[in-house]
């Protein structure tokens, strides 16, 4: 049940959400369950509100009346005079959770839900408001989640990350441009593996190189690609999202693709952010397919094709430039598999990431689930690279 809907269509007198959060009273255990006792099983389990009230009262809460007022909204959810053991128990549960769109509410002092229009239908909004509700429509499904976030976003701090990120790429890639001399395929010059960024088979020892090797790209036209589907799809995911769970599956992405290079083409370099954009990207059309018929966005299938022909097209640059004859035999060209690693952080880790606008990631057993799974990916290819390439007599080519 979504605790912000059933207030927002509650019967009756107009509802000012709370100041406080503290709306449900402390009690102990043995309390809480005397009180559930009250509920009478032989009427199907309902009691009334009037005698939900009473019986606050009567085990010593102290609750203003608007509090309580809001309490009873929440818990009848069918308007009916009527409240069930179950919503009782699940209106406690969310008083200990952290529901977002039920924090905000509470936070949101004097702000009134019944009766507002959708999001869509509000007028005479400036510049940044129109951009902001787009953004919420690009990346929310759900109506109540929009206008929270539309209400409650003042840019303040702004998506930092994604573009400190992109700067960071950019001025890598200028500077590598004019020491090489060289903007187009810079991966084909005999100084460009050398830095102390790009990952390498023979210096994957330095642990630094299997994050920083996303600052470096193998010409302009890889740059462009990331860039553009980086700056389009992880800018407003931040806004909404937060630099903080956005950061982490970018991260998470980033590593996953240097660390699958090292277990599957254990042979070849890798350089380029697209192990954490395609984390991003592939989370991002996982969770609008998810969520088809509740995402508002324009022309959202058209867009989610002209993502996949941009993330087909490049990934076949990549795997074109993998097999394409190396500049400096016997040191191949950079891999490919960066970009499946970052797919798979996507469609799995990211999903959840995305999913749980409304709750705190902790709280989220399937989060700790897929975390899990992939912090034993990360244990098994750290074994992996510090065992198996003596086990399996690897030739690796030379330092550049």
Not at 22 to 46: I, M, N, R
Not at 68 to 96: P, T, W
Not at 202 to 213: D, E, G, K, P, T
Request: aromatic share 12%; hydrophobic share 45%.
């Amino acid at each position: 049940m979504d605790i912000v809907s059933v207030a927002a269509n509650a019967e009756g007198d107009e509802i000012e959400v709370l100041e406080s959060i503290d709306v449900l009273p402390v009690a102990t255990e043995d309390q809480w369950k005397s009180l559930f006792d009250k509920f009478d099983s032989e009427s199907s389990g309902f009691i009334s509100t009037e005698r939900f009230r009473d019986l606050l009262a009567a085990h010593g809460s102290e609750l203003d009346p608007h509090k309580l007022e809001v309490l009873l909204a929440l818990a009848d959810g069918n308007a009916d005079g009527k409240i069930c053991y179950q919503d009782f128990v699940n209106l406690v549960r969310m008083s200990n959770k952290r529901s977002n769109s039920f924090r905000r509410a509470i936070l949101q002092g004097g702000r009134q839900l019944k009766g507002a229009g959708a999001l869509g239908e509000e007028v005479g909004l400036g510049l940044s408001q129109r951009l902001v509700r787009h953004i919420a429509y690009e990346t929310l499904p759900r109506e109540i989640d929009r206008k929270w976030y539309f209400d409650s976003y003042t840019c303040c701090p702004p998506p930092w990350l994604i573009l400190a990120i992109t700067i960071a790429e950019v001025a890598v890639f200028m500077y590598y441009g004019l020491q090489l001399d060289r903007w187009v395929l810079q991966v084909s010059s005999p100084h460009f593996l050398r830095g102390p960024l790009p990952y390498h088979p023979q210096l994957r020892i330095q642990a630094w190189r299997y994050l920083s090797y996303a600052f470096m790209h193998a010409g302009i036209e890889h740059l462009g690609l990331n860039m553009a589907m980086q700056l389009l799809v992880g800018v407003p995911l931040e806004m909404v999202h937060g630099a903080l769970r956005i950061g982490l599956v970018y991260v998470c992405g980033v590593l996953a693709g240097s660390l699958a290079v090292s277990v599957t083409d254990m042979t070849a370099p890798v350089v380029g952010s697209s192990g954490g954009v395609y984390a991003l990207v592939s989370a991002h059309l996982a969770n609008v397919v998810m969520n088809w018929s509740g995402m508002k966005c324009q022309f959202k299938l058209f867009r989610m094709a002209m993502a996949l022909v941009c993330m087909s097209v490049e990934f076949g640059r990549a795997v074109w430039l993998r097999f394409y004859p190396p500049a400096f035999p016997p040191c191949p060209n950079p891999s490919f598999v960066a970009h499946l690693g970052g797919v798979m952080v996507g469609l799995t880790l990211g999903v959840v990431v995305l999913q749980n606008y409304e709750q705190r990631l902790q709280e989220q057993s399937l989060f700790w689930i897929f975390f899990s799974v992939y912090f034993l990916f990360v244990l098994c290819a750290v074994f992996w690279n510090v065992f198996a390439y003596s086990l399996l007599d690897v030739r690796l080519p030379p330092t550049p």
